[in-house]
């Protein structure tokens, strides 16, 4: 290729990528930029900010304060490894529902595939308030659920599941099950059937085959699935109101309050700095993990 | 990349030299012999039948009532067109698929269900099916690794293996840095490395090049003799058939058409299917009548008559009867001579096209009735079919013991 011509493509490629460039510039990086800021900042009595470096509205929640105005206390580092616990078993709960339906799916005739990832996609049709409402009438002891419960004579006395983790948990995964369904669909859905014929036929169990074969050939799509489930289950706050109410206070929840509700925001800026903290450290252990597979494949290739 | 498929074919010459190494791959065969003496057919396939349901809701019936006996040491080739059902019976023996009805026997045991990973047999895949996360070497030693086979012997085995299919030293490669024909010999090694004695090929060859294929037919057939195993070989392919087998199955809907060793079906085909689908052909339907010379004959419009000998079996005086001459059986003599009357029956024709393949022409013709006749003559001196131009009346002469009566055909 000449010079020219090189000098050329790199020119569109930078035209193309601009507009993306430039919307990631401005309505990505320059807030993430005021909440670094914000974070490192004194609030205001009446809201607001003082600009001092202040590293205290860390230390309230891992551990050192000024101790006058400010004050360690573990109960925000104890929302936090809750807010972990629970967005973890949402992403476990999802892969259990979608990796078996995946593979379900993946060998339905084709139009009814099509139908059925149209089903997946059609929540998306309605508000999300108006679902989690729906879930509330489900929930509550004298709700959906309960009622054909006692009708069916299972249980006498009403379960009471609102308010609890469990459905915090519950409308998390309703909500977030079509991010794991569909990047794990789209990686069965390339799985070559013909691998797992020659896995069997090579003398491996069922078993053998699903973890040989089958488990390492459609784990990007679990890993991929587990991210984009994991990152807004931890900072969801919109679930945890409604179906946690105050008693599951979830991280997600209590930046809210610190933004709108106590106008503490550089205190607000520094919790949010802790989950995306959290959020890149997975993140980091994911692209090692993929680094390292790739860099094997590479070394395989010199060798 | 032209580099690597020539080397590959080098390769592929070189292999008979490394045969000696095929001694390793051989089965325990003879350990079983006491139970297995009196078998003469190591595989055997009866009354099979399997039928499949399309996602339309119709039944279709791919294997309809197959009985097969495969020998010891044996290569027999599956030949049909797509949808003949040869696939479908390879799958069924190798327990991907189970039969409806009817039963497999490997070496004396039935398979009736007997899972894939538990049967005595391996399969070297149409498009390889090798693993593409796996290393070579991991993909060769699968089988042993899922056998929890020792790693110092499995190591061994795997060097082994690609040493006898001529990819030594390639275990840590990936599948996909290797070319077509070395992918190939990877799904060979693979399927030979835990000496199973029966080994199932289902089209391996159909994604080479011409002259790599020519190259492992050859090769193929070398480590099947060499290994003393059975090959159930599945083509689409009449030549590979006819190159490789020892035995021919030729199948249609579901069901055999007619077995018989390459020179059986080519020379004796029993149905005008396998005539059409094994070879070039020219099939004349009509009447055969005794003409009272010890002769008998067709006649196929005004004056032109096929000849052919006396066969007392076949029932005469039938409508739609079939008689095959092969395009190579039909000669030009040089201009001005004749062929003696005794000994050739002739066919006054118009040529329409004169098509050079290299060693012989093939000459495109046609009878008075429009029906097209094709023969291929050798003209090496450059004489007689060089001359010839469309539009021409030419004599094509036959042997009397040339056309074949398909037998079946005109009785009703």
């Known amino acids: ?303 | 990349m032209p580099g690597a498929e020539s080397s590959d074919q080098l390769r592929a010459r070189e292999m008979s030299v490394q045969l000696q190494l095929v001694e390793a791959f051989k089965p325990a065969i003879d350990i079983q012999m006491t139970d297995s003496d009196n078998i003469d057919h190591f595989l055997e396939i009866r009354d099979a039948s399997k039928t499949f349901m399309t996602p339309e809701g119709e039944s279709f019936r791919a294997l309809d009532s197959i009985s097969l006996p495969v020998r010891n040491n044996e290569f027999v080739t599956l030949l049909g067109p797509s949808g003949c059902g040869k696939t479908t019976l390879l799958r069924t023996i190798s327990g991907l698929e189970e039969l409806d009805h009817g039963e497999i026997t490997i070496d004396g045991r039935s398979m009736i269900g007997i899972p894939p990973h538990r049967r005595p047999v391996n399969t070297v895949f149409q498009n390889y099916a090798l693993f593409p996360h796996l290393s070579v070497g991991d993909n060769v030693g699968y089988s042993l690794d899922v056998g929890r086979v020792a790693r110092a012997e499995r190591d061994d085995r795997v060097g082994q293996a690609l040493e006898l299919v001529g990819l030594e030293g390639m275990e840590r490669r990936r599948p996909r840095q290797l070319s077509g024909g070395q992918q190939q010999r990877v799904a060979l090694a693979r399927a030979i490395i835990s000496n199973p004695k029966l080994l199932l090929l289902d089209e391996p060859l159909s994604a080479l090049d011409r002259g790599l294929r020519q190259a492992m037919q050859i090769e193929l057939k070398n480590i099947q003799s060499e290994l003393g195993i059975s090959f159930v070989f599945v083509t689409h392919d009449q030549e590979e058939a006819l190159t490789m087998s020892d035995r021919v199955v030729v199948m249609r809907g579901g069901q055999i058409e007619q077995v018989g060793t390459p020179t059986e079906v080519y020379d004796h085909p029993s149905t005008t299917f396998v005539a059409e689908f094994i070879g070039e052909s020219n099939i004349f339907h009509g009447t055969v009548r005794r003409n009272g010379s010890g002769e008998m004959e067709m006649r196929l419009g005004e004056n032109q008559v096929v000849r052919l000998r006396e066969d007392a079996t076949h029932d005469i005086d039938v409508a739609d009867s079939s008689v095959l001459i092969r395009p190579e059986h039909l000669l030009v003599p040089d201009s001005g001579h004749d062929l003696e009357r005794e000994n050739y029956g002739a066919l006054d024709v118009t040529l329409r096209q004169t098509v050079f393949l290299g060693a012989d022409f093939q000459l495109i013709c046609e009878l008075a009735d429009g029906t097209t006749i094709k023969a291929i003559v050798r003209d090496t001196a450059r004489r007689n079919i060089s001359s010839l131009k469309p539009g021409d009346r030419v004599r094509l002469y036959y042997w009397l013991d040339s056309p074949y009566l398909i037998p079946g055909t005109g009785t009703q």
Request: with cysteine.
């Open chain 1, 1 to 303: 290729m000449s010079t020219s011509k090189r000098t050329r493509s790199r020119f569109q490629m930078t035209l193309l990528l601009a507009p993306t460039s430039l919307f990631l510039a401005v309505f990505f990086i320059a807030p993430l930029s005021i909440m670094v800021v914000y974070s490192f900042l004194e609030a205001g009595l009446y809201g607001g900010v003082e600009w001092n470096f202040y590293h205290h509205n860390f230390g309230r929640i891992l551990g050192w304060a000024d101790g006058t105005y400010e004050y360690f206390n573990p109960a925000y580092l104890w929302i936090f490894w809750r807010s972990v616990r629970m967005a973890l078993t949402t992403v476990l709960i999802c892969l259990v529902l979608c990796y078996p339906t995946a593979f379900w799916v993946s060998r339905l005739p084709d139009r009814w595939k099509t139908f059925f990832l149209f089903l997946i996609t059609l929540p998306f049709f309605a508000s999300l308030i108006v679902r989690l409402f729906a879930w509330v009438l489900i929930l509550r002891p004298s709700g959906f659920l309960n009622t054909v419960l006692e009708g069916l004579h299972l249980i006498s006395a009403p379960i009471d599941i609102m308010y609890t983790e469990a459905a915090v948990i519950i409308g998390l995964v309703y909500i977030l099950v079509p991010f794991m369904f569909l990047p794990i669909y789209a990686s069965v859905e390339k799985l070559n059937m013909s691998l797992v014929d020659a896995s069997g036929d090579l003398g491996a169990t069922k078993f053998q085959t699903f973890c040989r074969i089958i488990l390492p050939l459609t784990l990007p799509g679990v890993i991929g699935g587990s991210i984009i489930v994991f990152i807004p289950s931890l900072g969801n706050f919109v679930v945890p109101d409604l179906l946690g109410g105050a008693k599951v206070l979830m991280i997600g929840s209590l930046i809210e309050q610190q933004f709108l509700g106590a106008r503490n925001w550089p205190f607000g800026a520094a919790l949010s700095m802790m989950v995306m903290g959290t959020v890149l450290v997975f993140l980091f252990l994911y692209v090692r993990a993929l680094s390292r597979a790739e860099a094997l494949e590479e070394g395989a290739k010199s060798g």
